[in-house]
């Protein structure tokens, strides 16, 4: 699958890079963001993000999939990972994220949040909707700061309990 890069490369003033990609990047960048989901999320229950993508997004949605890759030179250092719910076209999943944690408290999160906002603004999104744990508090403390409200609690297949947020984007 092709990806499609935005012209959305931007550079702060701690000289981060932020790519804003659609669909499937390079072979070789998404092994460097699986590398970095996986040493944040180290769980031997775990799949790996690139299987992950595979198991929960269909090919044809592939080119759907936004991610926003944070870069300190070649070092990916953060990213997030979203795509369109299917049962709502208005609405945006944003299902995958983190910061290495070398990297935490400058602002990347809070940075690759407005990256994805803004553009899903721009995309005609009225809301965007993710899901959280309570032990991943820094997250769900961000997704508040950032105007989202709890709408559902669910326990996944997995036994696991997981927070539904949302924000309304328009």
């Known amino acids: 699958m092709k990806n499609t890069e935005q012209a959305s490369t931007s550079t702060d003033a701690t000289t981060y890079q932020y790519r804003k990609l659609q669909g499937l990047p390079e072979a070789e960048l998404l092994q ?3 590398r970095l989901h996986e040493s944040i999320f180290a ?6 993000l690139i299987q992950k993508i595979h198991n929960n997004v269909t090919i044809q949605d592939m080119d759907q999939l936004l991610m ?3 870069l300190d030179g070649d070092q990916v250092v953060g990213y997030k990972i979203g795509y369109p719910l299917m049962e709502d076209e208005h609405t945006f999943y944003s299902w995958l994220g983190g910061v290495n944690p070398a990297y935490r408290q400058q602002g990347i999160a ?3 949040m407005d990256e994805q906002h803004e553009h899903l603004r721009e995309q005609g999104y009225r809301k965007v909707q ?3 744990m309570n ?3 820094n997250m769900l403390l961000l997704n508040i700061q950032y105007g989202f409200d709890i709408v559902d609690t669910v326990t996944d297949a997995r036994g696991m309990f997981k927070i539904v947020m949302e924000k309304e984007l328009m």
Do not use: C, F, N, Y
């Open 130 to 132: 993710t899901k959280t």
């Open 43 to 48: 769980d031997p229950q775990d799949v790996g």
């Open 32 to 34: 460097r963001i699986a």
């Open 110 to 112: 809070s940075r690759l």
């Open 135 to 137: 032990r991943w508090r």
């Open 68 to 70: 926003i890759v944070a």
